[in-house]
């Protein structure tokens, strides 16, 4: 078996995106391939009776230094999304009808920086379709199957399965059973994978 | 002016024993000293609207392995309170009664250990005289001064002080105006202590 992380997210969320630009340098390190799992964070919320971190004002103003800091960390650019919260539910339709998992991950980094970098509207058809065409897909046959209510169920077995293992905000992370929570986890989550 | 790094605690929060089990080796490394500003981490809560993040059941047993991969890391004990939600207003009181910010990083080690490391109950006088007789303090006079209304006022008014700076949470830390929240934060408040 190769080794794996898996990464539950929704590109709704900033610190998902800040993740996401540097776990597939984590996992190649280790020999390991991610699996790119969108979820609806809204819907994890409502689940497990947590908040967005944005919801107290104090934080909000605290997040946006931080995620400058982190984005400087990395040396990636964010810029704040002018439409927070950011709905990603038809983004996450849109990877989740897009293929398996692991074959997902130049969609979901393109869509990530469609949002958080070009401050584009993730709920867009058009830009959907857009993003997709510009990594080498049929953006306009993947926007045509967002619908399909087997893309939908897709997408809402990826939420259940995640707060069934725990999770209860994003990015989060596995590495087998054991949940790393937050971008700022990534440390652990290498760790996890030299030890695996 | 020497280099400073503020840390606002509460006795209660698990975080911020581990972040100040740390913090004095990082700010020797930049040359700068820490000032240990005790602060009523539930009256942070009430005015920013903030939470106590184990209101969440699933964050709250996440917390529980998280806790202990930071204590591992750090190469420290860690044993969660048998009493969670932890009162650690009476402690934050004594803290103050001891001396100014930058005297008292003995008693509050010794405080948190006695809560994070031996379940002790920080909200018994009797607790809190043993804890500042055992690094030398004079428990009993202590004790005796946490009720006096200066005391009382000198808490509140760091808790204020914090909340009208940005703080929403435990551990919060300053250097200069830049606000770090969280022991997960140490990394970029030694990067600003060096800068700085």
């Not at 809204?42 to 934080?59: H, I, L, Q, S």
């Not at 990636?76 to 999304?81: A, I, L, N, Q, T």
């Not at 293992?165 to 994003?170: N, Q």
């Not at 986890?185 to 695996?196: N, S, T």
Request: charged share 20%.
């Amino acid at each position: 078996m190769p080794k794996s992380v898996e990464l539950f997210f929704d590109v709704g969320s900033p610190y998902s995106y800040l993740a996401a630009t540097q776990i597939e340098r984590i996992a190649e390190r280790s020999g390991a391939t991610v699996a790119w799992k969108p979820m609806v964070l809204g819907a994890v919320f409502k689940a497990t009776e947590n908040d967005m971190p944005a919801r107290c004002p104090a934080k909000a103003r605290y997040m946006l230094a931080d995620l400058a800091r982190f984005a400087a960390l990395y040396g990636v650019p964010f810029k704040m999304s002018s439409r927070f919260p950011v709905n990603g539910l038809r983004a996450g339709r849109l990877v989740v009808a897009a293929g398996a998992p692991e074959s997902v991950g130049a969609l979901v980094l393109a869509l990530f920086r469609a949002v958080w970098v070009d401050d584009r509207d993730p709920s867009d058809p058009a830009v959907l379709a857009d993003v997709a065409n510009g990594v080498g897909l049929d953006g306009a046959a993947l926007v045509g199957a967002i619908d399909d209510a087997a893309v939908k169920d897709a997408l809402r077995a990826n939420t259940d399965d995640a707060i069934a293992r725990g999770v209860f905000g994003a990015p989060s992370f596995f590495v087998g059973d054991q949940l790393f929570w937050g971008n700022d986890r990534l440390d652990f989550v290498e760790r996890a994978l030299h030890e695996g």
